[in-house]
């Protein structure tokens, strides 16, 4: 009951002021907080990370890359030729088939047509 009293009282006197303090805070509490934090991140957390990387190099990089092969070999290989048809197929061959209908019609059909040329129209 009492508690349920004071909740008009926070709601009217305390919040009000607490909500003008917020500016204040953001402005001069905050960059000296992120300050504290970026100090305390260098001088104890880095060393620590720092000491931690040789372990990590040693024990953790090697089971990274097995992993990595593992997947690759698993799940990756079997699926690369047919993703290389794929590409092959919808971006390569239209290409190809382009240039091979460009080289037919300006250098193999004049030389295929110049007999029938020769043979049934000049005369």
Not at 4 to 14: Q, R
Not at 56 to 61: A, G, R
Not at 75 to 103: A, E, G, Y
């Amino acid at each position: 009951p009492v508690l349920l009293l004071l909740l008009p009282v926070t709601v009217i006197f305390i919040l009000p002021v607490l909500l003008l303090l917020l500016p204040v805070t953001v402005i001069f509490l905050l960059p000296v907080l992120l300050l504290r934090l970026l100090i305390v991140t260098v001088i104890f957390i880095l060393p620590v990370l720092l000491l931690l990387l040789p372990v990590t190099v040693i024990f953790l990089l090697p089971v990274l890359l097995l992993r990595l092969l593992i997947v690759t070999v698993i799940f990756i290989l079997p699926v690369l030729p047919l993703l290389l048809l794929i590409v092959t197929v919808i971006f390569l061959l239209p290409v190809l088939l382009l240039r091979l209908l460009i080289v037919t019609v300006i250098f193999i059909l004049p030389v295929l047509l110049l007999p029938v040329t020769v043979i049934f129209i000049l005369p």
